[in-house]
């Protein structure tokens, strides 16, 4: 009798909940941890969560209705799961999943662009714990549902994990138990003056920038960077990438071509799915068959559909350079890195789980709305091709500060609507929403939002926006459910510290910057050196100027590389006449955003051409008309700079490598160029006798090849035009074609040239990617 009414109750309750227990608990500091036969759960006592035992399984009550939920049952396939909760979801809680997060420093600072508070005081006098979350964090988390979280700096990696338990306890706690899904930019990159040993750790792994990754034509190398970073990510609780960034950088005077895998597109949409694959694809036993799992990191590939051919290479984030054009015909060109490798990945997760589009406008290129408006905004860009042609059913999140109010035309910060500046706030998330987007970057607030549903509502009817609100959300869920956030939403302090920075992923990123490093000279065979021999290195005296974000920087006078490493290879002069060599460290040329507000004082339209030279040059070449332009803030349409001259901000660097060749009086000079974009070498090439490019290395990696420790075997992933005339008569849409530089011995400075200690280089890399001369 007993055994039968413990069967009925079995079949009555619809689960086994008598099944004997299968896991255990313990506490791991702010956390307890279950372990299982089926997914390790995590969750904080503090947070009200209790656990449910399901056939003998653990899961999470995350809702508190007692019950097991389709999207709390982690058994369950996460499409499933996220159309469960997204049906459970209010408007409010949806619109505040379609936030990401402005930029957040951890501690908030006490001014500036990443200000915060604690308990209405600035952290240096508020007592609080830098792990602390600050006032705006919690509200934008409990009051504006935000769930997507854009992290920047922190003080140490075992702090960010604090930081990230610290919220997920508060959102787990918070409505239905949605965790937070935190991000970075990328946050590899490399301390230039940091000393390199192979014993030792870091606070992340130190890798080339993406033109560097690039130079090494080596899609394996970058599959095992994203693998390592991913990793280094986890443990610091971030689980999607704002990247990997792969337009190609058509027009080489852009300021964002550093962060490309450059202009050919076929080698960029190799490196596209490497960097994805390496980020995305869990292994082990917990990796689900679908290639997700704990070791998996989303990456929101950008920008679509190529932010490249901005006109006459300036840039979106300014109103000055709103406009890409596409004078070369080579809108479509652009699609393949996304097309050809972001949607089509190798591994076993298929495609980018995210994009995110640029803010420019694809001037003329909307053929069934003939809109030109910015590429979020716009529905032929973003429905009608990313959507129905492409098939892409990821997340597509905008840009940062898309939506805010257009105030002046040359800062970085301002907002950045363009196309739709007389809409009203409401009016431009609607657009969003309705061209196809799922997510707006940089938004804290959730209003907007709940705005642009009521006028949907008003438009279509509330359950037709209800729907295509539920779709946003299903999109997004699903990227969170993927990498097991809904499980495991905590890091264990201890093991972040063993983990990010460890010494293996510091060498890997060591080698990687070895491999990125592309000779483009070697005359009598200079190079490699001999250590211990004199060398003059030259001091750099830089001029007052502004950097990207609008920061005006002070002159300095300083040496270009950390001399005290230097001097482990050498001996180091300040007497050319005793040297046996000379090391000139200069930069590319950099004549800032093309934009002079005192030329507007003058009488002007303030356009000033993006110079490749460090000489003042003057734009004799250039359109006598803009292909396009018009701004709210302009009583002109015309953006043209002919005739009008600049000069890079660094030309001092140019005196640097004159002034050294006259002084060495025929002793060699080695000229070591940090390399952000293409640039003129017409001016010092022959002064030279040997030329070491790197993209963003550290002194000691450069100081390697310079000694023959390592060989250069690096080519190059854009090209080095002849002259400005050049630049100024290229399409900025059209990769390879511009005349490139010659050298005293004959060598093109163009895509995939690069040399090593024998000669030029010609390997699989260049049969497969250097396009055939017609």
């Given at each position: ?8 109750i079995?079949?009555?309750?619809g689960?086994?909940?008598?099944a004997?227990?299968k ?31 399901v ?7 995350l809702n ?11 058994r369950?396939?996460?499409?499933v ?29 006490p001014?500036?662009?990443?200000a ?24 934008f ?6 769930r ?27 409505g ?18 940091a ?8 606070a ?7 033109l ?24 610091l ?9 792969v337009?190609?950088?058509t ?52 920008h679509?559909?190529?932010?490249g ?16 054009v ?31 589009p ?13 809109e ?30 898309i ?26 998330h ?52 993927r ?38 000279k ?76 005192e ?152 895509f ?23």
């Amino acid at each position: 009798m007993h055994k039968l009414c413990t069967t009925l109750i079995l079949i009555l309750s619809g689960t086994s909940i008598f099944a004997q227990q299968k896991w255990t608990e313990e506490p791991k500091g702010s956390f307890n941890l279950i372990r299982q036969a089926g997914k390790t759960l995590a969750y904080s006592p503090s947070s009200g969560v209790k656990i449910l035992t399901v056939d003998g399984f653990a899961f999470k009550d995350l809702n508190k209705n007692g019950k097991l939920d389709a999207y709390e049952d982690w058994r369950l396939p996460a499409d499933v799961r996220a159309k469960d909760l997204a049906s459970k979801m209010s408007i409010e809680q949806i619109a505040g999943l379609m936030l990401y997060s402005r930029h957040q420093s951890i501690p908030a600072r006490p001014g500036g662009y990443f200000a915060g508070t604690y308990k209405g005081k600035p952290f240096p006098e508020s007592g609080a714990k830098p792990e602390d979350l600050s006032d705006q964090q919690i509200e934008f988390l409990t009051k504006d549902n935000l769930r997507h979280v854009l992290l920047t700096t922190v003080q140490s990696p075992e702090l960010a994990a604090k930081w990230n338990n610290n919220m997920q306890a508060l959102v787990e706690g918070t409505g239905l138990g949605i965790p937070a899904n935190n991000s970075s930019d990328p946050r590899h990159g490399t301390v230039a003056n940091a000393e390199f040993n192979a014993a030792a750790g870091g606070a992340i792994s130190m890798w080339p920038g993406s033109l560097g990754m690039a130079a090494t034509f080596d899609p394996i190398l970058v599959t095992r960077f994203g693998q390592i970073a991913a990793t280094e990510y986890r443990a610091l609780g971030i689980t999607t990438a704002l990247s990997p960034q792969v337009d190609i950088a058509t027009d080489p005077r852009w300021s964002r071509a550093s962060g490309t895998f450059g202009e050919d597109p076929y080698l960029a949409a190799a490196m596209a799915s490497a960097y994805c694959n390496g980020f995305q694809t869990s292994t082990g036993y917990d990796a689900d068959p679908d290639g997700w799992g704990m070791n998996s990191v989303n990456a929101m590939v950008k920008h679509w559909p190529g932010g490249g051919s901005g006109e006459a290479g300036r840039d979106a984030h300014y109103a000055i350079g709103k406009f890409a054009v596409y004078p070369g015909k080579q809108f479509k060109t652009h699609f393949i890195p996304f097309t050809e490798g972001a949607f089509k990945l190798q591994g076993k997760t298929m495609m980018a789980s995210a994009i995110m589009p640029y803010y420019t406008i694809s001037w003329d290129q909307d053929s069934k709305n003939k809109e030109n408006v910015g590429n979020s905004y716009n529905r032929y860009i973003i429905q009608d091709l990313l959507r129905d042609k492409y098939k892409y059913d990821g997340v597509a999140c905008t840009d940062w500060g898309i939506t805010g109010d257009e105030t002046v035309l040359d800062n970085f910060t301002a907002g950045k609507p363009w196309g739709v500046e007389k809409l009203s706030v409401a009016e431009r998330h609607y657009k969003v929403l309705m061209a196809g987007v799922d997510q707006f970057g940089g938004n804290n607030e959730a209003k907007p939002i709940i705005d642009a549903y009521a006028i949907g509502s008003k438009e279509h009817g509330e359950a037709w926006m209800r729907a295509r609100m539920e779709q946003s959300a299903v999109r997004l869920l699903k990227n969170i459910f993927r990498v097991g956030l809904f499980e495991f939403p905590y890091v264990i302090p201890e093991t972040t510290k063993s983990i990010v920075g460890q010494p293996s992923y510091m060498k890997a990123g060591y080698e990687a910057q070895l491999k990125s490093m592309v000779l483009l000279k070697n005359q009598k065979q200079t190079l490699p050196l001999k250590t211990g021999i004199k060398v003059y290195v030259p001091k750099k005296f830089t001029p007052a100027g502004r950097n990207f974000l609008g920061v005006e920087t002070p002159e300095s006078m300083n040496y270009p590389v950390n001399i005290d490493i230097v001097k482990k290879y050498f001996t180091v002069t300040d007497n050319p006449d005793e040297a046996d060599v000379a090391l000139a460290f200069i930069s590319s040329p950099n004549s800032g955003i093309g934009y002079s507000p005192e030329d507007v004082k003058k009488g002007g339209n303030g356009y000033l051409p993006i110079s490749l030279q460090y000489g003042e040059y003057k734009a004799t070449e250039a359109r006598a008309v803009s292909i396009a332009g018009g701004d709210p803030l302009e009583n002109f349409t015309n953006r043209s700079y002919k005739d009008k001259t600049n000069q890079a901000i660094n030309y001092t660097d140019l005196g640097m490598v004159t002034d050294t060749y006259d002084k060495m009086k025929g002793k060699p000079v080695i000229v070591s160029i940090t390399m952000d974009n293409p640039m003129v070498f017409h001016e010092f090439e022959s002064k030279a006798n040997a030329i070491l490019v790197n993209f963003r290395v550290q002194d000691q990696a450069i100081l390697d090849i310079l000694t023959g420790k390592a060989e250069p075997s690096g080519l190059l992933p854009m090209q080095m035009p002849a002259d400005m005339a050049v630049v100024e008569k290229q399409a900025e849409d059209a990769p390879h074609d511009m005349r490139c530089h010659k050298d005293a011995a004959g060598h093109v400075y163009t895509f995939g040239f690069g040399m090593n200690w024998k000669g030029v280089i010609q390997d699989a890399r260049t049969a497969k990617y250097v396009p055939k001369k017609k």
